[in-house]
């Protein structure tokens, strides 16, 4: 395993409390595919990390495994800093946005994006204005009536991300959520999120298959390889927040991305 | 990034032909019939001719309409028997595979052994002067096994990220069903109604047949009656009932699931490409 920048080395005031900590964190699916081998990785309270790396390297199945779907076949996830239920599991509040957008079809997008508060017993009168704001922040403020089947697929995504976000988690575990939209909605997004994160102190864990995504949004880039799924390496952005447009026309960025590369191919290789 | 969905006026031509079209056929259907019966002069207790079926029904309409709703409501009760009963029980089965596993097989059986073979049995235990209570056992034994089948499927059909969402909110048993498991589950439950719909009116029938006994008043004990004394314009006359009750199920059944999946549902939905 190759560290580019090392864990221990605590410059980022991020890294300081790890919020989650995994430990040899094997996954073996019922059809004998090893999705994950030995994973170590401690996440920061605040940090904003990337899963970078190649279709079917176990990014999806390490998110699920975090947010605690799915058993571990090896090795333990830990939540040092959350309050437990008395059957153990951690009492964290997620916000979790799928691969594909996964929304009940027949509910309207007002619906959709109602269901986290609805289970949090919240009424629907009291949730209007906030969902009606959650719509806006990703472009659907007209959609609120519309059903699933009514949007293009990168709306529907949208509404999933809206649905994510509405509770304000703690941690928020996003699975490719920009990946079918155009470069200019993502733009927007990959801002309004960043906006969003800066103002609440979220813990982000961000899978996406860009290297230049990645680089702009994160303070942390963890690079996996496959077969089977591990860390290969551990890149640290040292940029400050808020980052813009100016960053992204920057040498630094373009050199960021051409280190980030390099591990890509590096892992698969 | 204002657009708005955009509402198209529903195709009102091709509705009325779909309605029309079938009434045509019908229409020729029985001016055929009354032709060729009559320029044959076909005996009437061997095919009546539709003028001949028309008068019996007007001659004998109280009757026959008490008849009707005789086995109207045996089998709206039975149906509504059958889909309380099989998705209460589907409900159960989808709460714990133990359960499924355990009880499964007898539905099963319950369904294949045929109705009229139990019917006898059924009507000696409620009693002779009893018999609306048997047919109602009767008809609701066949009726109930499609919804119970068809919503257990539904039910673990569910979207399993969707579930994996549920879990991450922590919502209760109760909510999955609720929020997740019913509604997606509804077209294959109408799907199963639609089937039962039909099934209960042949139950309702069937063990009339076999209850035969004069202590019933449906619309099979009409057809049974008039066969007895030969008067076929009456049982044609029951029969043309029959059919118009079986299609009204249909079509009332048809009719609630348009509504319940027109707007989500591929079954329902007006594609556009
Ligand atoms: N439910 C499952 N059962 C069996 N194997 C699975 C299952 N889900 C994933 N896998 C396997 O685990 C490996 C990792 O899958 P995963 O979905 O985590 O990859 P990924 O990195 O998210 O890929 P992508 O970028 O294409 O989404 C793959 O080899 C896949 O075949
Ligand atoms: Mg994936």
Redesign the interface.
């Known amino acids: 395993m190759q560290m580019f920048a090392p864990e221990a080395a605590s410059a980022s005031p991020h890294t300081a409390k790890p919020i989650i900590t995994l430990n040899g964190v094997t996954k073996t699916y019922g059809n004998g595919t090893t999705a994950l081998r030995d994973v170590d990785l401690a996440i920061g309270q605040s940090e904003f990390v990337s899963l970078l790396g190649p279709s079917g390297c176990g990014k999806s199945t390490l998110l699920r495994l975090i947010a605690g779907l799915g058993e571990i076949s090896a090795g333990r996830i830990d939540w040092p800093q959350t309050a437990h239920t008395a059957r153990g599991e951690p009492e964290h509040d997620i916000g979790f946005v799928f691969q594909e957008p996964t929304l009940m079809p027949w509910a309207t997008v007002f619906d959709n994006v109602y269901l986290p508060l609805k289970l949090k017993r919240m009424s629907r009168r009291q949730a209007a204005p906030i969902i009606r704001d959650a719509l806006t922040k990703v472009g659907l403020e007209n959609f609120g009536k519309a059903y699933p089947r009514e949007l293009s697929g990168g709306m529907k995504m949208r509404v999933s991300i809206a649905r994510g976000l509405i509770t304000r988690p703690s941690v928020l575990l996003m699975d490719e959520p920009f990946a079918a939209l155009d470069e200019i909605t993502r733009f927007r997004l990959n801002d309004d999120l960043l906006a969003m994160w800066a103002g609440q102190h979220w813990t982000v864990i961000f899978v996406t298959h860009s290297v230049y995504e990645s680089v702009y949004l994160s303070d942390r880039i963890v690079v996996m390889g496959a077969r089977p799924g591990r860390v290969t390496a551990d890149i640290r952005i040292d940029e400050p927040y808020p980052r813009s447009e100016a960053f992204r026309l920057s040498s630094r960025y373009n050199d960021y991305c051409r280190l980030v590369s390099a591990a890509l191919h590096e892992t698969m290789t | 990034?204002?657009?708005?969905?955009i509402q198209h006026p529903p195709d009102i031509y091709g509705q009325v032909l779909k309605v029309a079209l079938p009434l045509l056929v019908g229409a020729i259907f029985l001016i055929v019939w009354q032709i060729v019966v009559t320029t044959l002069g076909v005996p009437k207790f061997v095919l009546p001719a539709p003028t001949l079926i028309w008068q019996a029904l007007i001659g004998n309409f109280w009757s026959l309409m008490g008849s009707l709703w005789f086995t109207l409501t045996v089998t709206v009760e039975a149906f509504i028997a059958a889909v309380i009963g099989g998705v209460a029980l589907a409900v159960l089965f989808a709460q714990s595979r133990w359960i499924a596993t355990a009880f499964f097989p007898y539905a099963v059986i319950l369904q294949v052994t045929p109705v009229v073979s139990i019917a006898p049995l059924i009507i000696i235990w409620v009693g002779y002067d009893n018999v609306r209570l048997a047919l109602l056992i009767l008809a609701w034994l066949v009726a109930f096994f499609p919804i119970l089948s068809n919503t257990t499927l539904g039910l673990r059909s569910t979207?399993h990220?969707?579930r994996?969402?549920?879990?991450?909110?922590?919502?209760s048993r109760w909510?999955v069903l609720t929020?997740?498991q019913f509604?997606?589950a509804?077209p294959f439950i109408l799907a199963g109604m639609k089937i039962s719909g039909g099934l209960s009116l042949i139950g309702a029938v069937v063990a009339e047949f076999v209850a035969g006994s004069g202590a019933s008043t449906g619309l099979a004990w009409r057809i049974i009656e008039a066969g007895n004394r030969l008067d076929i314009p009456r049982m044609f006359a029951a029969l043309g009932l029959l059919s118009v009750l079986g299609i009204l199920i249909f079509g009332v059944m048809s009719l609630i699931e348009y509504l319940a999946l027109r707007?989500?549902?591929e079954s329902a939905?007006r594609r556009e490409n």
């Open positions: 990034m204002s657009e708005a969905p979207d990220n969707l994996n969402l549920m879990q991450l909110y922590g919502a909510r929020e997740i509604p997606g509804l707007h989500w549902h939905v």
